[in-house]
């Protein structure tokens, strides 16, 4: 599976961004999608994840009230809704994919194996 995250760019604080991580295969079940974030000289933290049916979703405490993620199964395709955005927002964008994961392991960068190129997003002051 081959992933390509869009979306990125230049935002004032307060603004609105949406990111898009298309798929190059259908998905099929079992299959957790995430979005994970890494800002110049930090480690790459995780953002929101989200499970095959929709049912399962976690947010980090800094995205919860201000993102939302979101998959269109149809379209091969998973979205990050980000508003209210601040400066620590700031940051590389990774979309992620595996399968099987257990759901006390979508926050963890080490059980996805697929990984998108990332998509900048700068927030200014």
């Known amino acids: 599976v081959q992933l390509q995250a869009s979306g990125g760019g230049l935002v004032q604080a307060g603004g609105s961004l949406r990111l898009s991580c298309a798929a190059s295969?259908?998905?099929?079940?079992?299959?957790?999608t995430a979005w994970f974030r890494q800002a110049p000289g930090k480690e790459r933290e995780f953002v929101a994840a989200?499970?095959?049916?929709?049912?399962?979703?976690r947010y980090a405490d800094s995205a919860k009230g201000r993102f939302t993620i979101s998959r269109d199964n149809a379209k091969n395709t998973m979205f990050l809704q980000m508003g209210s955005l601040k400066p620590e927002d700031t940051a590389v964008y990774y979309c992620?994919?595996?399968?099987?994961?257990?759901?006390?392991?979508?926050?963890?960068?080490?059980?996805?194996?697929?990984w998108g190129q990332g998509t900048q997003v700068t927030v200014s002051s």
């Open positions: 989200i499970s095959w049916t929709n049912l399962a979703i």
């Open positions: 295969e259908r998905s099929r079940s079992r299959w957790i």
């Open positions: 992620a994919a595996d399968r099987s994961i257990i759901l006390t392991s979508m926050q963890d960068e080490h059980a996805y194996n697929y």
